[in-house]
Structure formats: structure tokens, C-alpha cells
């Protein structure tokens, strides 16, 4: 056990469904083991300008369903200076913070990665990003909550697609990284799938159109991320339309519907266990590492790994959607 005693927590990037559950188990498990735990509001940008303020457990009651997150969040371009850095330090040290918990993306992780370098001070990340992109976990807080709000909207979109024999492109956020996409797309039986990491041959999906036609399958739903190769679903639909004019073909982008909304309970589940995890693990010495799950157990992989390394899609769900798609 080191001599931690005030621990900061703050929430960066873009919101995630579970971050308040993580923030929650973060507060109330460092009350247990006699820390003050102090929240950072708008992440960085708020550590520049000393909006930070001690927290209790009454702060986090009732938030566990609770989406977004109670201490806001923002992107900080001052931050990313050498000035700024050094206020944000300034600020921890006059709330005499001694550890650091960040719930984020990589964008939030990078930021640590400049940060620490600078000022060594001990911090732990949480994976807390609906794209699921991140080296070291399983899967990410929010994910499984924007997957399931993806699905909810492609299977109305599905009643009326067939009821009119039109093909839908959906589009679901993933400008990086097509994680959403995959897992909805599978999900709700999607004839294809375009992400970022796959380069999908354009002329396979005609033939696949063309080929349904044929049989009479006169409706489609293609799930698009927004960030695939083709410029997302609007790009896709002017080729579709050039390519099979006869086509009824529209469009839905699904925008920021996915990061809303009450969490899952697997996120509910997965956020409380990494906020856990990360007090215990600056207690024990941990530092510039992030805490995910990795076949259910918890694991750790340093800062500089997690923004190195991209997340390796899994090849048997890629091949298996092909298959599955006739």
C-alpha cells in the first residue's frame, strides 16, 4: 500500500452509457479505504481551471442508471500545451491530489500518456468508450449499450423496410473503429456489413442485391460505420443508386441516439468492476496503466500500449457474416 490519501477522478472524450456506474464505484470504494476522492469536472479542461470539488457518497446515489455523466466532460486543446499541462498540475496540487483515475477513450489516454510524462503522478484508466477499441479489455463501458440502442432502432427500421421492399443503409457511429456496427449488424441479421477495418468489396454487395432480386428478397438493411471506406451510409447510397437505379434505397444515420440512454447491466456490471479494481490498484502500486477485463479477469496493459496497438477485429465473426448473409 502506498500513501495515496485524495484520489481525482474525471470522465474525458466522449460520453459513454456506465460512466456514471463507474464513477460511483470509484467514490464509494475509495471512501471504504479512508481516501477523499474528488471530482474533476469536464475532464481536462476542468483540471485546468480548478473545477474540482470533494465527493461524497450521497454524491453518487442514484446515478448507477443513470447515462452521460454527472461530471460533464470536454475536449481541451489547451491541455495539449505545455502551459496547460502545467496549470492542470498546479490545480491537482493545491487540492493536494496524489492519484488520478481517468474513465475514457484513447484520446483520454494519450492525453495521460503526455501528461505523465511531464509530472509523475500515479493514475489509472478506464476504458470508457462506446467503440470498443481499446487494447486490454474484452470490451469497453458504454459499448454494449450503443450496441444494443443500434439494434433496437435497425429491427424497427427492418418492419418497414419489408413492408415497402426497400434497402436501408444504417449508420452507426464508429469513425475508427466498426465494433457497433459488427456486433448490430450480426445482431440484426444485416445483409452486409461495411466498417473501417475491412475492405469490403463493393461489387460482392451488387451481387449479393442482384442475387436476392432474383429470389424475390426484395428488402436489405446494410449497416454502414460512419468512418468505413466509402464515406458512410450517404456516400454508399449515390453508388447504389448509380449502380441499380430501380431501387428503392434510403438512408438512416443513427448519430448520437447510440451514446445516450440508461447503461446496460452488463455495462452497469462492467463499469463497477473497473472502478473497483482501479482504487485497489492504485493502492497496490499500479500506475499509468489501464484496468479492463480480459476473459473475465481483471488485467492491466500500460498507457503506451493501449494507444500503439489497434484492437484486432475478430476474424471468425467477419467470415461469418458472409455466410450467414445468403
Known sequence: MNNIKNIGIMTS???SPGMN?????????????NLKPFGIMRGYQGMIEGDIKEMHTTDVSNIIQRGGTILKTARSKEFMTESGMQKAYDQLKKHSIDGLILIGGDGTIRGAVEFFNRFNIPAIALPGTIDNDLLGTDFTIGFDTAANTAIWAIDKIRDTAE????????EVMGRDAGYIALYSGISCGAEHI???ENNESIEEMFQLITD????KKLSNIIVVAEGDEFGGAEQLSKLIKERIPQIDTRVTILGHIQRGGSPTSQDRILASRLGYAAVE???NGHTQEMVGIVNNEIMYTPFTNCVKQLKSMPDDLLKMIKVLAK
Open 163 to 170: 413492408a415497402h421492399d426497400r434497402l436501408f443503409l444504417i
Open 281 to 283: 490498484a492504485l493502492l
Open 194 to 196: 461495411f466498417i473501417p
Open 212 to 215: 436476392d432480386r432474383n429470389r
Open 21 to 33: 456506474a463507474a464513477v460511483r464505484a470509484i467514490v464509494r470504494t475509495a471512501i471504504y479505504h
Open 13 to 15: 472524450g466522449g460520453d
